[in-house]
């Protein structure tokens, strides 16, 4: 019977060396076998084992097939750049690198910030004239030469962030507002790339440089692409709320588009002209015979005397004759939809103000008749009075 007993534990010993719940004590020696040490009982001997011996068994493993016997097969790669719950780090550069996008975006859609860069536009156009007089002190020639330069560069850095947030696609770039802040950094691009020692264009250098800077103007447009956009322009520009109207917004698209085309017109004149004019010798002498031109006044003592300047004086003044009464048909409907608005408010209000004046002759009428009542009441009681008196008489 002990016989039988030992044998009984020896088979068992043996079995539990063969299932998954055997204590492990060994380590994988290949990739597709792991050695497993069973410490021998000590409760019998054998002739066929020493005591002091292991029983060593190779089990094979499959290295892509999640199991008890593979466990690493059940895990991702702890390198992997997935975010997972095996790889937290991957989660949290995720996170950072959306909430520094999500940052940026917000950054660059504050109002404030469309605000600055208008006005960037408008010094940038106030540089480029001041830059084409015949004599300036050497100290505003420093301050237009390198304001234009940071100017540039702030341009710049806003393209490529803006890019950024669209993946560096190229289809960004294609857009009609990318479009437009592409042809505001080429004037910076440029510049750079002449102080750098690049080899550029001398026709880049002069008038087309000019132009090219005069077409920063355009950014202007972002403001004007819908009420939406130009509301809170205004109100980053410090206006209540209760005082936007979209009006408001037609007659900012009015004023910029002849803006930008006496800007644009003014800048393509200098460039024709100013060498072989000595009626335009700057920018602004370009300016004063742009608004003569285009309000049809002509007062004659300029003119050009290059064909070019006069292809681009009569490109101006038809493109003048399509925009201007467009934008201003626009201005004219808004403004009748303002007084619209207003008649209403104003009948609105009579109607509000009739309402009280009846209620008001309501209450006084019926003011009186309750007066009355009472008049009548204390008569009657008066008349009660007497005819009691009499009965005891």
């Excluded at 490529?160 to 004037?187: C, G, H, M, T």
């Excluded at 008349?383 to 005891?392: G, N, R, V």
Aim: hydrophobic share 45%; charged share 20%.
């Amino acid at each position: 019977m002990f016989h039988i007993s030992i044998q009984f534990l020896i088979i068992l010993a043996t079995v539990e060396a063969f299932t998954p719940s055997s204590r492990i004590y060994g380590q994988s020696v290949s990739s597709r076998y792991s050695l497993v040490r069973v410490q021998k009982p000590t409760l019998f001997s054998n002739s066929n084992i020493d005591q002091n011996e292991d029983i060593q068994v190779l089990l094979e493993e499959d290295d892509e097939t999640c199991s008890i016997d593979n466990l690493d097969a059940c895990f991702e790669d702890p390198d992997s750049i997935e975010c997972s719950i095996e790889n937290l780090d991957a989660c949290t550069e995720v996170d950072e690198t959306e909430g520094q996008a999500q940052s940026l975006r917000t950054f660059l859609a504050m109002p404030i910030i469309e605000v600055q860069l208008a006005f960037l536009v408008v010094l940038s156009s106030l540089f480029v004239g001041i830059g084409t007089l015949q004599s300036i002190p050497p100290v505003l020639a420093d301050i237009t030469k390198y304001g234009e330069l940071s100017i540039s560069a702030i341009f710049t850095l806003e393209y490529i962030a803006r890019w950024k947030l669209n993946d560096f696609s190229l289809k960004y770039v294609v857009e009609p507002l990318a479009i437009i802040d592409l042809l505001a950094i080429l004037p910076g691009i440029i510049k750079f790339a002449y102080i750098a020692g690049i080899s550029v264009p001398s026709t880049l250098m002069g008038g087309a440089l000019i132009n090219l800077r005069l077409l920063r103007i355009l950014r202007l447009q972002r403001v004007l692409v819908d009420y939406e956009t130009f509301k809170k322009f205004e109100l980053a520009l410090g206006l209540p709320a209760s005082d936007t109207r979209p009006y408001q917004l037609q007659l900012a698209r009015v004023v910029i588009s002849i803006f930008t085309l006496l800007s644009v017109t003014s800048g393509l004149i200098y460039s024709a002209e100013h060498n072989v004019n000595p009626d335009i010798p700057d920018y602004f002498t370009a300016v004063y015979f742009g608004i003569i031109t285009l309000t049809t006044v002509g007062f004659g003592d300029i003119h050009p005397v290059t064909n070019i300047g006069r292809w681009i004086i009569s490109g101006a003044i038809i493109v003048a004759s399509g925009v201007i009464p467009a934008q201003a048909a626009s201005l004219v409907e808004a403004l009748l939809d303002r007084e619209s608005e207003q008649n209403q408010g104003n009948t609105s209000s009579n109607n509000d103000a009739s309402t009280t004046s009846i209620d008001a002759t309501f209450d006084d009428r019926l003011s009186r008749i309750e007066n009355k009542l009472e008049d009548t009441n204390a008569r009657i009681d008066k008349l009660l009075q007497i005819l009691e008196s009499e009965k005891k008489i």
